[in-house]
């Protein structure tokens, strides 16, 4: 499974939105799923990721127990789980090098094609927001 792990209350985690939605539809057909992990109410989080949260399967998080389960201290985060529920790979903040690391290991375990981090539009490096 693959997660982006995103505070809706943050700017840091909303200016990733668009970013993520890529990452996510170039991995959709291949062999992990692909979900958001958002660290909001229910009631937020449709209003927060909008159509966005039509597309992938979505996990609601309010009180951190899921990032924190997973190790994370910075959010957005990006995590390769694999089936046995360890994490094979994490990214915390937005940090395109090690996102992109994370993504070569989505496409070691799937034997699928490669994506461009940072992509065209994406944002510039930030440290992202503590838990």
Known sequence: MVLAAIDPFTHESSWLLSSIHRIFHHYRDA???????????????????????DDFLTFVDPNYAA???L???TLPAFVLIKQDGSVAAAAEGWNPAEWHAVSEAIETITSWTPITIPGP???????GTSI
């Open 71 to 73: 190790g994370l201290s």
């Open 31 to 53: 062999g992990v799923r692909v979900a958001w992990l958002v660290t909001g109410p229910d009631d937020g989080v449709t209003k927060f990721l909008g159509t966005y949260s």
């Open 121 to 127: 539009n994406d944002p510039s490096p930030y440290a």
């Open 67 to 69: 990032v924190k389960a």
